[in-house]
T-cell receptor, first 114, second 116 residues
Framework: AAGVIQSPRHLIKEKRETATLKCYPI?????VYWYQQGPGQDPQFLIS???????DKGSIPDRFSAQQFSDYHSELNMSSLELGDSALYFC?????????????FGPGTRLLVL | GNSVTQMEGPVTLSEEAFLTINCTYT??????LFWYVQYPGEGLQLLLK?????DKGSNKGFEATYRKETTSFHLEKGSVQVSDSAVYFC???????????????FGQGTRLTINP
């Protein structure tokens, strides 16, 4: 079965640079979520989109922005990168927003900021 | 606010031992509850879920029952295997705004190691 695809899988950037992370949801899934997982930490919700509109926002820095495109893929744009942005970034997708709907996670993008 | 508290880790067991990982939650409303597992270097995989009180989720020998009276969702397995070694996350989701977006709120994770 098709899974969530994230690219790139690994990314190394310098401080103050920008990065773009991409997420391709499971076919026919219309909802995308972004999470950030620091080393040894639990995943923290950043932002979500439903039918190409932002549906919820969590602890996402103002330096980050995201959008969902007409084909439902999503991109997380990160600017003025800081050392503390080094983390594993997960994208998850689901079908709709019904209570209890399962979120399926991608393999993550590991970002290292030097 | 909404939160999940998991049993402190790491947990180390011998193969075929009985496993319990405790999970309790605090939520405004009626959450859905999940257990996700993360193997080394991989993403999060759904292990099981329950969407209402007294529901039991089960998968691959793991079970968890949604206990509203104790606000708990403890994970159990009768006989663990070396291949069960991973980090286990308890999580809840709630409708969080008028649109209905249901972000996941995770516990801190429990690292499980099974020795042969």
């Amino acid at each position: 079965a098709a899974g969530v695809i994230q690219s790139p899988r690994h990314l190394i950037k310098e401080k103050r640079e920008t990065a773009t992370l991409k997420c391709y949801p499971i076919p026919r899934h219309d909802t995308v979520y972004w999470y950030q997982q620091g080393p040894g930490q639990d995943p923290q919700f950043l932002i979500s989109f439903y039918e190409k509109m932002q549906s919820d926002k969590g602890s996402i820095p103002d330096r980050f922005s995201a959008q969902q495109f007409s084909d439902y893929h999503s991109e997380l744009n990160m600017s003025s990168l800081e050392l503390g942005d080094s983390a594993l970034y997960f994208c998850a997708s689901s079908s709709g927003l019904a209570s209890g709907e399962t979120q399926y996670f991608g393999p993550g993008t590991r970002l290292l900021v030097l | 606010g909404n939160s999940v508290t998991q049993m402190e880790g790491p947990v180390t067991l011998s193969e075929e031992a009985f496993l319990t990982i405790n999970c309790t939650y605090t939520a405004t409303g009626y959450p859905s509850l999940f257990w996700y597992v993360q193997y080394p270097g991989e993403g999060l995989q759904l292990l099981l879920k329950a969407t209402k009180a007294d529901d039991k989720g089960s998968n691959k020998g793991f079970e968890a029952t949604y206990r509203k009276e104790t606000t708990s969702f403890h994970l159990e397995k009768g006989s663990v295997q070396v291949s069960d070694s991973a980090v286990y996350f308890c999580a809840l989701s709630l409708i969080s705004n008028g649109v209905g977006a249901q972000k996941l709120v995770f516990g801190q994770g429990t690292r499980l190691t099974i020795n042969p």
